[in-house]
Structure formats: C-alpha cells, structure tokens
C-alpha cells in the first residue's frame, strides 16, 4: 500500500529501529561538550528573516537561495533557522549571558532548513551539533573549540576524518585581500557564473566558495589570503596552530577554506570525510570576531562550529562503525486466560516501578504468538503466566538466550528474585556492565 501524500524532498523519516544511531550520536556530543564545559542552550525554530540576513550575510548562499521564509496570515518576515549560530547569538544577546561569567559556552543539537538540491549528505532539513564559546580573542580558545569537535569525532570512531584550518584575517587584512581578488577574477569576468558575477563586486571572497566547476578551476591560482594576514592575525593563527600541536591533533593548512557564511574572522575549520562522497565536510566552524556587535550585543568575540549529524551517521555507517545498542525489553510476560492477564498487569507494575524494561499481551493473543512477540522484541526473560502458575504463586523464568529455566515467585519476593537473576546474566554476558561494576567495586575498597 502506497501512503497518500509522501514526505518532502529532501527530508528524512528516522523510524524505530534505526534511532539508535541518533540516540548515539546525541550521547556522544552531550557528553563530550559538557566535558568541555559547554551548557545546552534551545532556540526557536524560526527567527525573524532579518536576523539571518544580518548575521549570515545577503551575499551567501544561504541567504540567496536556500532560505524557507514562512508567513501564515497577518504574520510575514520570518525564516526556518537556515543554521543555528544567528539565532543562538541573537538568544545569548537577549537573555543577558554577556553580562555573565565568560566565557560563555553554550552548545546546541537543532535542526535547519535550507532549500538545496537534495542528495547524498544534502538535505532541505537537517540536523546540526554546534557549540558557540562567547567572549575571548585567546587563539587557545579556538584550539580548544577545535580539541571539542576532534574529541566527539574520536568518539565516533571517526579519527579517519582530516582536520582543515585556515585564517581569513581581520576586516583590515580583508580589504587587501579582496582587492587583490577582484584583480585576479577581473579579466574572467565573464566566464563566471551569474551569481558570482555579482559576488565580485560585493564580496570577493564568496567566489571561492562557489560551487559551479568552472568558477572553481579558476579560482584555483587566485591569490591566498595567508599572503596578505597582518601582523596581529598571523600571530594568532600560529598560536592556534601551536596549541593543537600540544594537544597532538593534526591539521592541514587549507587556503581555500572560506567558508559558507558571512560572519567569519580569523580562524576558520573543516573536518573532512573521504567515506561519504563529495558532502564530506561533517564539521564546519571557526572565530566571528564582529558578529555580536553587528547583532546589537556589546563587542564581544567568539566562535564556534556546526557539525552535520546526517554526515555523521553516513560517516559512521561506511566504516561500518559500532553504535550504542538501544535497552530491548527485561522481561515479557506470556499469559493463558483472564486472570493470568490481570496478574501481568500488576507484576509488570511492581518490576517497571523497579526500574525495568517491562511488557505484557496489549492485543488478546494466544500463548503462542505471544512467545513469538516476546522473541521479536529481543526479550530477555519471559515468565509464562497460567492458573497453576497462580494457584502455587510460582512460575518459571525463562532466559530467552539461554533457554535456562529458574522458578521464582510471584509474591512478595518476586523482584529481589528477578533482581538476583539478571544482575547474574549481565555479569556474565555484557562487557560494559561487567567492567562498570568492578571499576565500581574497586573503587568501594
Ligand atoms: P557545504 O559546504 O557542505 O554546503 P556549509 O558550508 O553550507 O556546508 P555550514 O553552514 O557550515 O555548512 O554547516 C555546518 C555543517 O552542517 C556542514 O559541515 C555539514 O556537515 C552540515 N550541513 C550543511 N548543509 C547541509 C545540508 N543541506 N544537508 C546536510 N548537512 C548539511
Ligand atoms: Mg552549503
């Protein structure tokens, strides 16, 4: 049978059984950025159109072509969050966290909205992990932001991915830059494209941004920005450099990284995957000096990152990666007839209150498919349920891996029994649980 009316292009269903890989990923980015110190901040998906054309800047593409302005009747001028620093700052701004301890680190799991041409890692609506670390110029910041997207990429088991930095200088060094631009790109006015026809006049730099083929075999000899750095922002980039030399984290220096959005300064990044295909950048970011004060806040510098999680999880799927498995049902009960049904009801209670993972027949099938339920839903235990079972208020526990049968009571000791049981199953069968409780124990003596 064919659904009605399909989901849009470019967007994704994640069902049941594939979430756990979400639910990884989400785990992995929570713990690693508040081990670094970042809290989560939550914004709102949409933000008045304005706010991205300031921040994001009316010369990129996102702003040019990719956003999805919203209106419902009276009520025009807002945008679908295209990415999640504008509105992050714009919130920073407005609930007062300037004036608060610096500095500031806020980190967010949302998704954005971008009218793309949907493909392999390109999606109109996506999700995104990104930090903003608010209020120093140090370039140990900037190396430390990097040290956070490298910890969650090792994590991920993605130690594969390559790490590309470059430094875009201040507004002063820009000027020379875009000035030597626009005399590189100036006889080949013509075979630019449309937009970039455009871009050179007002901002230079987006040209080697650009996607088309041909702007970019040209804009391969452009002059490097490296070149034209000022004192001041050298220094910095070769501190940031020297401060992910100590933390022994590799990176190429990349000229060519300018990235997509406006608000740059100074240090920008990338980390690139070669398993996912030509959308191999699954972490974006980098320092945006000036963008506060544009937004209305007190000058402040920052930077932060942005990472993919649907690049992520492609990353992570084409080398085969391990994910963290979801928690399967403790414990089934099967049941034979009305009053086996209701004790379920009340068992089930008492375990769940306990803590575990418990289930009972919802639909009034027999014995059998029940079992089978129980078997595809990964039970680890069932306890099958019927009127002898009642009369002698025992019955057995069936370990589903084992094919082991222990009789256990259904009165008052019920749940120190199941207890016993499954504390000796997970020692003996998991790993993780096994190493958890004796680093636990060990460190009880
Ligand atoms: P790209 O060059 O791939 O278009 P971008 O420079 O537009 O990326 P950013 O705005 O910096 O990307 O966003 C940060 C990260 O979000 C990217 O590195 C990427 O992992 C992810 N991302 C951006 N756009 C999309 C999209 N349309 N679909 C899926 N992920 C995306
Ligand atoms: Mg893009």
Redesign the pocket.
């Known amino acids: 049978m064919d659904v009605i009316v399909k989901r849009p292009n470019g967007t994704q269903d994640v069902t049941p059984a594939q979430v756990y890989k979400w639910h990884t990923i989400e785990q992995v980015v929570k713990d690693s950025a508040e081990q670094f110190g970042f809290k989560e901040i939550r914004i709102p998906t949409f933000e008045e159109t304005g706010l991205f054309v300031r921040s994001v800047g009316d010369t990129t593409d996102v702003v040019q072509k990719e956003m999805y302005s919203v209106s419902a009747t009276g009520d025009e001028g807002y945008t679908l969050r295209p990415?999640g620093t504008a509105g992050t700052i714009r919130a920073v701004i407005q609930n007062g966290l300037l004036n608060e301890a610096m500095p500031q680190k806020v980190y967010y799991l949302l998704s954005c909205f971008?009218h793309?041409k949907a493909q392999k890692?390109?999606?109109r609506e996506?999700h995104?992990f990104g930090c903003e670390l608010i209020g120093t110029a140090s370039p140990a910041a900037d190396a430390d932001l990097i040290a956070l997207a490298h910890s969650v990429l090792g994590r991920l088991g993605l130690d594969n991915v390559e790490l590309h930095l470059n430094s875009i200088g201040c507004p002063e060094c820009r000027a020379k830059y875009r000035q030597a631009l626009r005399e590189y790109f100036l006889p080949h006015r013509e075979e630019l494209c449309d937009t970039c026809k455009d871009r050179l006049d007002k901002n230079p730099m987006r040209l080697l941004d650009c996607k088309s083929e041909e702007d970019q075999e040209l804009a391969k000899d452009a002059p490097v920005i490296l070149d034209y750095l000022c004192e001041e922002c050298s220094a910095h980039f070769g501190r940031v450099k020297k401060n992910l030399e100590i933390m022994g984290i590799r990176y190429t220096v990349d000229p060519k990284i300018v990235?997509?959005?406006d608000y740059y300064t100074r240090t920008v990044f990338?980390f690139i995957s070669k398993d996912i295909g030509s959308?191999g950048?699954?972490?974006?970011g980098g320092r945006y000096d000036g963008l506060i004060e544009t937004m209305g806040g007190k000058a402040t510098p920052a930077l932060g990152f942005?990472?993919?999680l649907?690049?992520l999880i492609l990353a992570m799927e084409s080398r085969g990666n391990e994910f963290i498995a979801e928690k399967t049902c403790d414990l089934c009960f099967v049941t034979m007839g009305d009053a086996a049904a209701e004790k379920s009801v009340e068992l089930a209670q008492l375990l769940r209150d306990e803590g575990y993972a418990v289930e009972y027949d919802l639909v009034g099938r027999k014995l059998k498919q029940q079992m089978n339920y129980a078997d595809k839903i990964g039970a680890k235990y069932v306890i099958v349920l019927g009127d002898s079972e009642l009369e002698s208020g025992k019955a057995k526990l069936k370990n589903m891996k084992s094919g082991e049968q222990t009789d256990i009571s259904l009165g008052e000791e019920l749940c120190e029994q199941f207890a016993a049981q499954y504390y000796a199953m997970m020692m003996d069968t998991d790993d993780d649980f096994r190493k958890f409780v004796e680093a636990f124990s060990d460190g009880q003596e």
């Open positions: 990415e971008r793309e890692g390109r999606l996506f995104q990235r997509g959005l990338e959308q950048t699954v972490c974006g942005a990472m993919g649907e690049r």
